[in-house]
C-alpha cells in the first residue's frame, strides 16, 4: 500500500514541477528521482526493521514458552538463562555454568 502511495505522490510532485515551475526538464527530473530515491529507502528501512522486530519476538516468545533457543551456538532455555526484558539480553543465573554470561536476543534463532 505504501508504494502505491508514494508513487501515486510522486507523479503529482511531478506533475506540479512540471506545470507550475519554470524549472529545466533536467532538474524536474533529479528532484523527483531523489524523492523517489528517499521515500522508498524510507519504505525499505521500514520493512527491514519489521523483519528484525518480528524475529526477535518470535525468539522471546519461544524462549518464554520454555523452548530452547540457539544463540550463536549456545542452548538458551529458561532453566540456565533469565531475559532482561528491556535490553532484551539473556543472562545466565547464579546456579548455572553460564553465570553472569550475557547472550543478546538479537544473536538467536
Do not use: W
Not at 533529479?30 to 519504505?43: D, W
Request: aromatic share 14%; net charge positive; with cysteine.
Amino acid at each position: 500500500m505504501a508504494y502505491i502511495i508514494s508513487f501515486v505522490l510522486l507523479v503529482f510532485v511531478f506533475l506540479a514541477l512540471n506545470y507550475f515551475t519554470e524549472l529545466a526538464r533536467m532538474h524536474k527530473i533529479t528532484i523527483t528521482t531523489v524523492l523517489f530515491v528517499i521515500i522508498y529507502s524510507a519504505i525499505a528501512y521500514n520493512t527491514y526493521k519489521t523483519q528484525q522486530s518480528d524475529k526477535l519476538r518470535k525468539v522471546v516468545t519461544k524462549y518464554q514458552q520454555g523452548k530452547t533457543v540457539n544463540c550463536k551456538g549456545v542452548d538458551v532455555n529458561s532453566s540456565v538463562y533469565s531475559l532482561s526484558i528491556g535490553t532484551y539480553t539473556f543472562i545466565g543465573k547464579e546456579t548455572t555454568p553460564h553465570y553472569a554470561e550475557m547472550i543478546s536476543a538479537f544473536d538467536c534463532k
